[in-house]
């Protein structure tokens, strides 16, 4: 089955503008998070969606918002660039939220200049 | 901050058991412990988890201890495909709180 897919796989975008990006969970997983990772602070969670409804958010500015469609799909959205929000943006998606593995995609990477 | 503390590295010899240890000595009852693996490049892949029993998969086997504060991944016959960075993290079995990934381990397999 088709895994964890994110689009676009690159994006160069300037200070100052904001972006979206796209996560297609696996068929019938309906929890999705999102992660951020940098060389400098590693892996960090940003929020976890199940069922439309986010259950987490990690500790990162209001600039980064989300949202999970009925088809589980998600978005997340970063407004207002800045040069570190410069990273590699992951998805990952799971049947539900009680201890199951996530299978991540391939990622987001996204260069500010 | 992380829940975990892992070996920033380690090195095993291909063909060999490669032992990865982790240590959560805070966690709690209802907290299971995931392992996870990233190739450079890649998102990470799922390797296994476990509550307070032994786990095995085709991939790796978990051996939890019976205190739970630690735990080790074992991967039986390692190989160059599996040079990457662990992550060992604990998060409760009701998925209501943070996915915190720490620093990893970063296994060197050599030839």
């Known amino acids: 089955k088709a895994g964890v897919t994110q689009t676009p796989r690159y994006l160069i975008k300037t200070r100052g503008q904001q972006v979206t990006l796209s996560c297609s969970p696996i068929s019938g997983h309906r929890s999705v998070s999102w992660y951020q990772q940098t060389p400098g602070q590693g892996l960090q969670f940003l929020f976890e969606y199940f069922s439309e409804t986010q259950r987490n958010k990690g500790n990162f500015p209001g600039r980064f918002s989300g949202r999970q469609f009925s088809n589980s799909r998600s978005e997340m959205n970063v407004s207002t660039l800045e040069l570190g929000d410069s990273a590699l943006y992951l998805c990952?998606?799971?049947?539900?939220?009680?201890?199951?593995?996530?299978?991540f995609g391939s990622g987001t990477r996204l260069t500010v200049v | 901050d992380a829940k975990t503390t892992q070996p920033p590295s380690m090195d095993c010899a291909e063909g060999r058991a490669a032992n990865l240890p982790c240590n959560h000595s805070t966690i709690s009852g209802n907290e299971y412990v995931y392992w996870y693996r990233q190739i450079h490049s890649q998102g990470p892949q799922y390797i296994i988890h476990?509550?307070?029993n032994n786990e095995t998969n085709e991939m790796a086997s978990l051996i939890i201890t019976e205190d739970r504060k630690s735990s080790t991944l074992i991967l039986p016959h390692a190989t160059l495909r599996d040079t990457a960075v662990y992550y060992c993290?604990?998060?409760?079995?009701?998925?209501?709180?943070?996915?915190?990934f720490g620093k990893g381990t970063r296994l060197h397999i050599l030839p």
């Open positions: 476990g509550l307070k």
């Open positions: 993290i604990v998060r409760g079995g009701l998925g209501d709180d943070k996915i915190i």
């Open positions: 990952a998606s799971s049947l539900n939220v009680l201890n199951y593995g996530y299978t």
